[in-house]
């Protein structure tokens, strides 16, 4: 009896998921993961250095090729630049007054999911310059 944990495991190796909707193996490491966490990966820059790793591995007979890695992480929605445009030259730069305008926008724009890991970011921030970085992490200043 193999241990492969592609036929045993109960949940997604990557979020804790279900796995009723089904289940594949990640192309970047030996996880077994749901097809939402599958959906993520294939919208990674790197999903095609990770197939291509893949299928040179197989040619070359590695039956158990871990994968290239995560790079940056798990996986972390490290996609947080959400490429809206915000005009804060000129603005009141009270940091309260910024969050203010960029949650607006991020509204606006259809970005609310944005929102909560914004106010989180900068408000955890140690200096107003931190902040401001954090900001821009989110939006593009104009
Ligand atoms: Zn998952």
Request: charged share 30%; proline share 2%.
């Given at each position: ?25 990640s192309?970047f490491n030996s ?36 994968g ?75």
């Amino acid at each position: 009896m193999s241990h492969d944990p592609f036929f045993t495991a109960r949940r997604c190796q990557r979020c804790g998921g279900s796995l009723d909707g089904g289940r594949t193996m990640s192309m970047f490491n030996s996880h077994v993961i749901c097809m939402a966490c599958k959906e993520k990966e294939r919208q990674r820059p790197d999903y095609r250095d990770a197939v291509e790793a893949e299928m040179k591995a197989v040619r070359n007979g590695d039956r158990n090729f871990k994968g290239i890695g995560l790079k940056g992480g798990e996986m972390s929605e490290k996609k947080t630049q959400s490429g809206i445009h915000v005009k804060l030259i000129g603005q009141d730069g009270n940091i309260f007054n910024l969050i203010g305008i960029v949650l607006r926008a991020l509204r606006r724009n259809g970005r609310s999911d944005l929102c909560e890991p914004f106010k989180q970011a900068v408000t955890s921030s140690h200096s107003y310059q931190e902040a401001l970085a954090k900001i821009m992490e989110f939006i593009i200043v104009e």
